[in-house]
């Protein structure tokens, strides 16, 4: 993984709203704090909390109210902005024993990296099954491992498509596409009729983001890249999510220069007026109506699912977000999980929706007016979180990703025809798989 993000999609966290003002009351959303408590007489009532240098804002004052609520000392370790040389440098401290993070903050795709070296605290005894059930289905299984719970979701975030639905109006349509050869078609009129720049743009760059628009393609046509820890991606159904994303670029429909596009210029391409479509994150919605960043407003904006290969398919898209880890070698565990509870309960959750733009794991505040008055994305496409799914789950994501991103680029380029790519993916996963 190679960039900073808030999800597998590498949307940075410093283009956000950061919560300015101070958080709200510490209710722990009914979670238990049983079992492992082994605290460390000898520091005190300290806890070490790991994150990202550009989380460190959006943290500082719900910190600082902790500490004043529960008479403990919040040490900030500041890591690396960039997911990949984070997870790296936590890494290397959890291969060297070290106990001296309790809690980590960390990316949708770490548990079952990080769980199957034993090196995160089990937290299926502390999460009670009715407070398991507030959370979101899909964060829920991004931080479960072989039958246990190792994370704790903080916020989350899914895939949107983005369309000027003003355009789409003039052009006769009415609606978004189901499909994505609707869209090409559609794409393709609105570029003739408009002399538009870019008909579909989205994140086709060799990076992590990369990977997570690859695989959308593939699940959306029905295929898969692992099933049940089985490489599959050298089905039909896979190799026909590949053909589509090259189809677009070869079409015209997607301009070449999406291969090498991350989030900040396909969004560019979007709220600068010079694309009709967009794959991208909840946060777009918030720029889109700052007039200091978008020349567009949100009566010209649509949002809705991405589509899918044929009609009869599920809408799915590859969401992301960060998760509350526990290091299983803390010897402070009952004051680190006291602040697992704080920054995942519902109250924190609001501030970090109606003033970050992040959007919330617990599925009640979906239905919140308040959080939809702040980010009406959610309820103008209200069934696409419910269809959000993980990253492919494995111990070796981080190689395969990077074998994925390789891949995927290379037929997105046409550098490798779709099937080739897919066959040469297999292998190396497969590599990757049995040599662990």
Partial sequence: MSTSRTSVSGTTLSRRRFLQAGTAGAALLGLSACGGGDDAAGDGRKVVLAASTDQRELLRKPLAQFQAAHGVTVE???????????????????????????????????????????????????????????????????????????????????????????????????????????????????????????????????????????????????????????????EPAAVRGLQIARGLVASGASPASVA????????????????????????????????????????????????????????????GGWNLFLNRESRRKDLAWSLITYLAAEPQQRIWATEGSLMPTLTGLYGDAEVLGTMPVLGRARTVVPHTTTPPISPYYADMSLAMAKHFNASLRGAEPPEQAAAGLASELQKIVDHG
């Fill in 76 to 234: 900030y370790r500041t890591m690396p902005a960039d997911t990949g040389a984070y997870f790296d440098q936590i890494r290397t401290q959890f291969q060297a024993g070290s106990d001296d993070i309790d809690v980590i903050a960390g990316d949708v795709s770490w548990p079952a990296q990080l769980a199957a070296h034993g090196w995160l605290a089990d937290l299926t005894p502390r999460l009670a099954p009715a407070a398991r059930a507030a959370f979101l289905p899909a964060t829920i299984a991004a931080n479960t491992y072989r039958g246990k719970l190792y994370g704790v979701p903080w916020f989350n975030d899914a895939g949107f498509l983005y369309y000027r639905e003003d355009l789409l109006e003039k052009a006769g349509y009415g609606g978004p596409p189901e499909t994505w050869q609707e869209l090409q078609e559609m794409a393709l009129k609105v570029k003739a009729d408009t002399k538009i720049l870019n008909g579909y743009v989205f994140q086709g760059a060799r990076y992590e983001g990369g990977t997570v628009n690859g695989t959308e393609f593939i699940r959306s046509s029905g295929g898969d890249v692992l099933r049940n820890g089985k490489v599959v991606i050298g």
């Fill in 260 to 319: 090498e596009f991350k989030e900040d210029e396909s969004a560019g391409s979007f709220v600068g007026g010079k694309a009709v479509f967009l794959r991208s994150w909840g946060y777009l919605y918030s720029v889109v109506s700052d007039k200091t960043q978008s020349k567009l407003s949100r009566s010209q904006v649509g949002v809705t699912e991405l589509p899918v290969a044929q009609q009869g398919l599920p809408h799915v898209n590859v969401g």
